[in-house]
């Protein structure tokens, strides 16, 4: 395929209030419940980018750097930062906001494989990317190295 996108195309942000149900008993966050998150906004945004349906491939390990407790606000925002034939790489960052005190902190980021699929259920080819900013550049130009890190950890299973 030689079509490309503008990163900025898939971009997406969502923002979802941490409510008591989906906390532990220390009032934060179940770190499930953001992975849950996580997988579907990186769904919508790898949809946005293939006009395709797709399914998680794999997550890319998970940190959590500051937890988020009830009543604050997550924000999310991804973006296809790099694509292969039938793959696109999507990296996710999580915010969390206390809205009175303005107190932003990142809770964690995360790269994820999405592989779009065609209407045999077969993954199908996308188009690939291209960033615009600094920032994206950044990401763009890291691609290879995550991808052979990927590689690389898949050996080690088997
Ligand atoms: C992901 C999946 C579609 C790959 O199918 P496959 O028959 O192995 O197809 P291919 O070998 O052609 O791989 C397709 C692409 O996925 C990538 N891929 C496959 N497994 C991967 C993994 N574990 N991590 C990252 N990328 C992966 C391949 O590198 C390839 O990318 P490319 O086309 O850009 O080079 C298939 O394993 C699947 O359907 N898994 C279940 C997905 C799912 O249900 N997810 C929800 C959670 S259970």
Known sequence: MTEKW????????????????DTNNLQTIFGGKVLAYIDEIAAVTAM??????????????VDFLSSARVGDVLELEAV???????????????????????????TTESFLTMVAMGTNNKPTPVAAVFPESEAEVRLFEKAQARRDHRKMRSELKH
């Not at 503008?6 to 149900?21: C, D, Y």
């Not at 006009?51 to 997550?59: C, E, F």
């Not at 034939?85 to 906001?97: C, G, I, K, L, Q």
């Open 6 to 21: 503008p990163m900025s195309k898939s971009r997406t942000i969502q923002t979802r209030l941490v409510l008591p149900p």
């Open 80 to 106: 296809v930062c790099s694509t292969g034939r039938t793959s696109m790489e999507v990296f996710v960052t999580v915010h969390s906001m206390d809205l009175l005190t303005g107190e932003t902190k990142l």
């Open 48 to 61: 946005k980018h293939a006009n395709l349906i797709v399914v998680t491939a794999s997550i890319d390990s």
